[in-house]
């Protein structure tokens, strides 16, 4: 099993950063890989931003590229993401997950098994 809790969300004008953290637990931390997803009011979950196991491999989607950067921290078994331009678009409840049977890197949500319960992120004026 893993924990996974989100955290760092809230309001922010266009422009701004926010740096959401994700602190897992249960198992150890190098054997999964870790991601990123969003889902906004009426809209499917969104694929944001994906990492590998070792960290040395990271993969984001098309409407985030140049703007969020994901990380991972083994020290304190958690992963960042750091959200720089934020667009008013990028609106949504976003969510951490775990991959425990990828080797690598993980870039769909059914590759995922494991769920944070969600962080609100808003960005408005």
């Known amino acids: 099993q893993v924990q996974l809790v989100e955290s760092g969300g809230g309001l922010v004008q266009p422009g701004g950063s926010l740096r959401l953290s994700c602190a897992a637990s249960g198992r150890p931390f190098s054997g999964y890989a870790m991601g990123w997803f969003r889902q906004a009011p009426g809209q499917e979950r969104e694929s944001v931003a994906h990492i590998s196991r070792s960290g040395l491999s990271t993969a984001y989607g098309d409407s985030v590229k140049g703007r969020f950067v994901i990380s991972r921290e083994s020290a304190n078994n958690t992963v960042f993401l750091q959200m720089n331009s934020l667009k008013p678009e990028d609106t949504g409840v976003y969510y951490c997950?775990?991959?425990?049977?990828?080797?690598?890197?993980?870039?769909?949500?059914?590759?995922?098994?494991?769920w944070g319960q969600g962080t609100q992120v808003t960005v408005s004026s």
């Open positions: 997950a775990a991959a425990t049977t990828v080797m690598t890197i993980a870039t769909t949500s059914r590759q995922y098994n494991y």
